[in-house]
């Protein structure tokens, strides 16, 4: 059974840093790309960020391009997203996702979700 | 990257057929087969409906039909059952190798 487990939200004032992880399970995580996507309170789906299984291409919204960084550690089954200069704008839950078979395909697997809360 | 269009709300009553239509442009939508389609319910994790514009994964009822004609894909439910009740939002990928989710269509069954 596919598993994934996002960390590392909370609470962090404008300008400030965060590193969410995700880590996975159930599958053979070098294989397939991943995904960041974010849904601010009451709102609809954005996606943030992507990356290929082998971590050779990255990809960025460009509402976070410059600011949040996308990384993989295949070893250790983890994704992970730097967040840095956080703005209001970006309080959300940030879901982790698989896609379920080319990098553009689709995202079948989603985990729970980290609330990263930006206020002062 | 603007978000796709979606209508706000569409509904329907229990054994119909419905229809949310997901507008973009030949950027996205019209450019790729890379449509795809989620249920989320209130307070869930999204769930993928439908994906490459008209597959179903594993485990999604064939009620669920998606098609595409130009810059608009539509994701069809038939036999609208009350467990269908929830938010559907469109994705695709772009040309910026990004992916733009829908604006997010609210179903309620009447």
């Not at chain 1, 609809?44 to 976070?64: K, M, N, P, Q």
């Not at chain 2, 490459?52 to 004609?69: C, L, T």
């Amino acid at each position: 059974e596919v598993q994934l487990l996002e960390s590392g939200g909370g609470l962090v004032q404008p300008g400030g840093s965060l590193r969410l992880s995700c880590e996975a399970s159930g599958f053979t995580f070098s294989s397939y790309a991943m995904s960041w996507v974010r849904q601010a309170p009451g709102k609809g789906l954005e996606w943030v960020s992507g990356i290929s299984g082998s971590d050779i291409s990255t990809y960025y919204a460009d509402s976070v391009k410059g600011r949040f960084t996308i990384s993989r550690d295949n070893s250790k089954k983890t994704l992970y997203l730097q967040v840095n200069s956080l703005r209001a704008e970006d309080t959300a839950v940030y879901y982790c996702a698989k896609v379920i078979d080319d990098f553009w395909s689709g995202f079948l697997n989603w985990g729970q979700g980290t609330l990263v809360t930006v206020s002062s | 990257q603007s978000a796709l269009t979606q209508p706000a709300s569409v509904s329907g009553s229990p054994g119909q057929s419905i229809t949310i239509s997901c507008t973009g442009t030949s950027s996205d939508v019209g450019g790729y087969n890379c449509v795809s389609w989620y249920q989320q319910h209130p307070g869930k994790v999204p769930k993928l409906i439908i994906y490459e514009v008209n597959y179903r994964p594993s485990g999604v009822p064939d009620r669920f039909s998606g098609s595409k004609s130009g810059n608009a894909a539509s994701l069809t439910i038939s036999g609208l059952q009350a467990e269908d009740e929830a938010d559907y939002y469109c994705s695709s990928c772009t040309t910026s190798s990004t992916s733009v989710f829908g604006t997010g269509t609210k179903v309620t069954v009447l």
